[in-house]
C-alpha cells in the first residue's frame, strides 16, 4: 500500500530551492494531488521519480548543479534590482518633470502664487 502524505497550507512556500534540496522529493511517497490515481499508476509514478531523482543527483555531484543555481540566481537578482532601478528613476524624473509642468501652467488663480512669482 503506497502512502500518501498531507501538506500542510501553513507552510513557508519557497518557489525556489537549490537543486540538491530537491533530491528525494516524492521518491518514497506522493503528495495529496495523486489520491485519487490508480494504485499500478502510482508505483510507474514513484519509479519515475526515482529515476529522475538519480539523474539530478548526477548533475548536483559532477556537474556541479549547486553552483550553477547559485550564479544564475544572483544574476537574475541583479538583473531585477536594476531593472526595478531604472523604472523607478524613470518613474521619479516623469513625476518630477509633470509637477514642474503643472506648476508653470497653473498658476492657481493668484497673482504671485505662479512657479516665477508672476
Known amino acids: 500500500m503506497l502512502t500518501i502524505k498531507t501538506e500542510h497550507s501553513d507552510e513557508k512556500f519557497q518557489p525556489f530551492v537549490k537543486p540538491?534540496?530537491?533530491?528525494?522529493?516524492?521518491?518514497?511517497s506522493l503528495d495529496r494531488r495523486f489520491e485519487m490515481m490508480d494504485e499500478s499508476f502510482l508505483h510507474k509514478l514513484l519509479d519515475?521519480?526515482?529515476?529522475?531523482?538519480?539523474?539530478?543527483?548526477?548533475?548536483?555531484?559532477?556537474?556541479?548543479?549547486?553552483?550553477?543555481?547559485?550564479?544564475?540566481?544572483?544574476?537574475?537578482?541583479?538583473?531585477?534590482?536594476?531593472a526595478y532601478r531604472r523604472i523607478t528613476a524613470a518613474k521619479a524624473q516623469a513625476n518630477g518633470s509633470a509637477k514642474l509642468l503643472e506648476a508653470i501652467s497653473s498658476p492657481q488663480g493668484k497673482k504671485g502664487s505662479g512657479l516665477f512669482g508672476i
Open 20 to 28: 540538491s534540496e530537491a533530491l528525494g522529493v516524492y521518491t518514497e
Open 48 to 82: 519515475s521519480m526515482k529515476w529522475e531523482d538519480k539523474q539530478l543527483r548526477t548533475y548536483v555531484e559532477k556537474s556541479q548543479l549547486d553552483l550553477w543555481y547559485k550564479t544564475t540566481k544572483e544574476a537574475a537578482e541583479k538583473t531585477v534590482a536594476e
